[in-house]
């Protein structure tokens, strides 16, 4: 497993180690959806995507973490969820060797070492590559909790934790 991905996309910057997989990739460039769901009619490139969209017409979910009962269409987001009772992150940043669960986690996370960090808290002087973040992390310095439950009126600095909240409401 050298990591090598020597099949090269002519449209897009993408590589793949197989030439099959490659192939399937160029089919999302034609606008070719030649996998049809006989339920209602959508299209897809790859049959795989058909297979796993008609789930949600029969309800199956065959992959179940035997920790939280919880249950998947798909062996990879399965995978993924399992992450949060094991804690393990086995994408590690190699500039940083800081490490995560999930891979997108770390590309978003590489871009703190390569962009340009515009946005700056006058409170810390901490600098933040995305307005997104600046601003969460400006309510840690402030009272501002913009996030209110309609259930009860109390209010949350993240929409995640409000979300959160809301469970304990409804189950």
Same mark, same amino acid.
């Given at each position: 497993?050298?990591?090598?991905?020597?099949? !090269?996309?002519?449209? #897009?910057?993408? &590589?793949?180690?197989?030439?099959?997989?490659?192939?399937? !990739?160029?089919?999302?460039?034609?606008?070719?959806k030649p996998y049809q769901c006989s339920q209602c009619n959508k299209s897809f490139t790859q049959k795989s995507t058909l297979v796993t969209h008609t789930m949600t017409h029969t309800g199956e /979910?065959?992959?179940?973490?035997?920790?939280?009962?919880? =249950?998947?269409?798909? %062996? =990879?987001?399965?995978?993924?969820?399992? /992450? %949060?009772?094991?804690?393990?992150?086995?994408?590690?940043?190699?500039?940083?060797?800081?490490?995560?669960?999930?891979?997108?986690?770390?590309?978003?996370?590489? &871009?703190?070492?390569?962009?340009?960090?515009?946005?700056?808290?006058?409170?810390?002087?901490?600098?933040?590559?995305?307005?997104? %973040?600046?601003?969460?992390?400006? /309510? %840690?310095?402030?009272?501002?909790?913009?996030?209110?439950?309609?259930? #009860?009126? /109390?209010?949350?600095?993240?929409?995640?934790?409000?979300?959160? +909240?809301?469970?304990? +409401?409804?189950?």
């Amino acid at each position: 497993h050298t990591g090598e991905k020597p099949f !090269h996309c002519s449209q #897009c910057d993408k &590589t793949f180690k197989k030439k099959g997989n490659l192939a399937k !990739h160029q089919i999302t460039h034609s606008g070719e959806k030649p996998y049809q769901c006989s339920q209602c009619n959508k299209s897809f490139t790859q049959k795989s995507t058909l297979v796993t969209h008609t789930m949600t017409h029969t309800g199956e /979910r065959p992959y179940q973490c035997s920790q939280c009962n919880k =249950s998947f269409t798909q %062996t =990879s987001t399965f995978v993924t969820h399992q /992450r %949060t009772h094991s804690g393990a992150k086995p994408f590690q940043c190699i500039q940083c060797n800081k490490s995560f669960s999930r891979k997108s986690h770390l590309v978003s996370h590489q &871009t703190t070492h390569t962009r340009d960090k515009s946005f700056q808290c006058n409170q810390c002087n901490k600098s933040f590559t995305h307005k997104s %973040t600046f601003v969460t992390h400006t /309510r %840690t310095h402030t009272v501002e909790k913009p996030f209110e439950c309609s259930q #009860c009126n /109390r209010s949350f600095t993240l929409k995640s934790h409000l979300k959160r +909240h809301q469970t304990t +409401h409804w189950g």
